[in-house]
C-alpha cells in the first residue's frame, strides 16, 4: 500500500491529456490502483468513459499496456490476455511477472458484461475485475443502469411529472460476486485512499479471479461541483449507502463503521440527480430508499457477523 | 515425404489439423454441427497431445473475445463456431480484422435462424463476408484438413496479418466419413513455423495502446489500410499455396476449375455441392452438353479476376447460392460474380439460384436440369429457388 505521498513520487501510469471530466472518479481510483504494485500490470477495458477520453487516436493516456475490445466483453477480451501468458510462460516463451486488470464501467460491468464478467470469474483467471461504478451510463449521456439508486433522474428515467426517477433499487453486484466464491471481493470508494489502495494492493497480492467494485462520482452524471468528488464519494459511506467492505475466501469484513450513520437526504441534497426527490411530495420515496439502505446495512451486519464466527 | 491414409470426417479432419498446428490458445463454445471439433481437440488436449491452453468460455461473443486478447499476446489463437454462434460473434469478427489479429476459425456452415435449423446452408459465412476476414470453403474433407494449414500462414504473413476462416458444409462434410491424406505432425510444424507477431501487448517495455477510440480524421485511414492488406492476400494466397503443393503435393488455388476450358454451360458454387456437380459434369458430357464447374474456394478476398478468366467465354452461367439476401435480386455469390463481369466488360446470360437452405439436399440430377435449362430455355433475370416445394 502508498500513501499519496509516496505515490506521487513514482513514474505515472495514466498521464496527464486524457479528456476526463476535472473532478471525475475514475482517475483518482487509477492512480491508487497503480501505487498498489510494483508488477507490471496489464489493461483491458471496455467501452465507456474511461477508455474513449483515454485513447483518442493517436494519443493515449496509457503508459501500461492498454487494449480495449467492446462494450461487454472486458473480462472475456482479458480471459485471453491472461490465457496466452499462462500458455507462454509454461512454454518457457515468457517469463515477466505481470498483473492483469480488466475494467469496465457499471454498465459494462452489472448490465451488458455480466455474463462475461461471471465467465471469466468461474474459470478462475488470474485477473482482477475492477469496476469503476458511476451509477449510469455516462459516456451515452447518462442513461440509467442496473448500478443507479432508486430515485436518481437518469435521461431514461427522468424525474418526470408521474415517475420520479428511477423506480428500482440498485442490483447488488458485489454480492453476486460474492456468490461466485473467489478469493477476494470487495468494496471501495476513491475518498478513503487507504482503504483502495490497502484493497488493490490484498487483491494483486491473491492469484486467482479477484474483483473490486469501487464507487466513482461522475460531475455531470451526479449533478455536483466538481470540487465535491471526495465529498460525495465520503458520504456515500457515511450515510452507508456504500459500505467499504470486503469478503476474502467468505470472510466478510466492514472496514468502516459509521459511528452514526448519517441520513440520506444529506447525501441527496448534494447531488442534481436527486433535486426533485427532495420536494415534500416525495417525502416518500426518500423514506424508502432509506428503509433500504438500512435494510442492505443490517444484511450485511449479519454477513459479517455469520462469517467471522468461530 | 511419409503420407498416412485414414478415414476421417470433416469435423475429425480439422481437429486433426488443429493438433497438428497445436496452437497456444484456443477458447471456443460448443455448436452442432462444430462442436465435435472442438469435443476432438478437447482430448488431445486432456491426453497431452498439445501444449494448447484451452479456454471454455461461455459464449461464442466471449469465445472471439478471448481469441483476440489471446492473439493481441503474441499467442497464435485457434477457434471453432457455426451459424448461431458465429452471428452472435459478429460485433467483434469486425475488430477483430480492424486490429490486424490472425485468428484461425474452423467453421462448419450451418444455416441461421429463424426458424431454427442444424443443417447445412452458408447463411451463417456469407452474413460475415464484410467483416473483413478472409473466407475459405472446402469441399471435402481433405480440403478442410489442407486449407485449415494454409489458412495458418495467410492469416500470419505479415503483409496480411488478418484473421481466416475456412468452412466446411454442416453434415454434409462435418459428419461424413471420407479418406483423408495425413502428414507428419514434424512436417506440418516446419511448414507453419513460428507464430511472429506484429505486435504483442505483453511487451512491457514498450507499452502499446491497442483498440483506441479514432474519429473522424483516421477512421477512414484505418479502414484503407485493412483493404490493402486483403489485396495483400490476393497476392500471398497463391505464394503459400504454391509452397504448400511443393511441400505436400496437393494444388490448391482461387477457385477450381473443372472442366471450363471449351465449357459452353458453366455452374458456379461453394462446397461440397462441387462435388455433386462434377458427377453432374461428367454426365452431361456424355451426352454431349459441353458442362463446366467452377468452385469458388476463397470468398474473400474476391478472386474477381480469376472467375472472369474461366467463364468469359461461357454461353450462359448458372450460379448456386447457398444463402438468401432477400433482396429479391440474386445471392451474393451472383451478385458478386455479375459484379466481376461488368468490371471485365463481359454480358453472358445467368440464371442464379438460391438452393439447399436449411440442408434441403442437393441430387446430381438437379443438377443435370439447371445446365439443361441454360441451353433450352430462356433465362430469367429473377432468381430461383431450386428443389423448392410449390
Ligand atoms: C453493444 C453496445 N451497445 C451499446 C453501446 C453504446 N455504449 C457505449 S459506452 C455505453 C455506456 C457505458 O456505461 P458504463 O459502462 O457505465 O461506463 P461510463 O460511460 O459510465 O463510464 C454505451 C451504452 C456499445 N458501445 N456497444
Ligand atoms: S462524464 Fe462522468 S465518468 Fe465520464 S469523464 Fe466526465 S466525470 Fe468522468
Ligand atoms: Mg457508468
New interface residues.
Partial sequence: MAAPKQSAKEPVKFIGGHRACAGCGFPILLKQMFSSTKDPVVIVSATGCLEVTSTIFPFSAWKVPFMHNAFENSAATCSGVEGAYRSLKKQGKENQNIKFVAIGGDGGTYDIGLQSLSGAMERRHDMLYITYNNEAYMNTGIQRSSATIMGAHTTTSPAGKVVHGKTQNSKNLTEILVAHEIPYVAQTTVAFWQDATSKFSKAFSIEGPKFINALSPCVPGWGYHMSQTVKVSKMAVETNLWPLYEVENGVYKINYKPKERMGIEEYLKLQARFAHLLKPENKEIVENIQKFIDWRWEQLLKKEEMTNKK | MEKTIVARTGNEAMAEAMRQINP??C?AYPITPATEIMQIFSSFVNDGLV???L?????E???I???????????R?MTATSSQGLALMH??LY?ASALRLPIVLAEVNRALSGPINIHCDHSDTMGERDAGWIQIYAENSQEAYDLLINAVRIAEHRDVSLPIMVSTDGFIISHEMERLEMYPDSEIQKFIGEYKPNYN????DN?????????TD?YLEHKRVQHEAMKNAMKVIPEIFAEFKKVFGRQYDFVENYKCDDADYILICLGSTAGTSKVAVEELRQEGIKAGLLKIRVFRPFPAEEIVKYISKAKAIAILDRSESLSTQAGPVATEVKAALYDAGKIIPMQSYVYGLGGREIYVDQIKDVYRKLKNTKISEQVKYLGVKE
Fill in positions: 497456444d490458445v477458447a501444449k494448447t491452453n479456454i471454455t468460455v461461455e459464449s461473443h466471449s469465445a473475445s478471448a481469441c483476440m486478447g489471446s492473439a493481441a499476446s503474441g499467442a489463437t460485433e467483434i475488430i501487448l505483453l511487451n512491457i507499452p502499446i495502446t491497442v483498440g483506441s477510440l479514432v474519429l483516421y
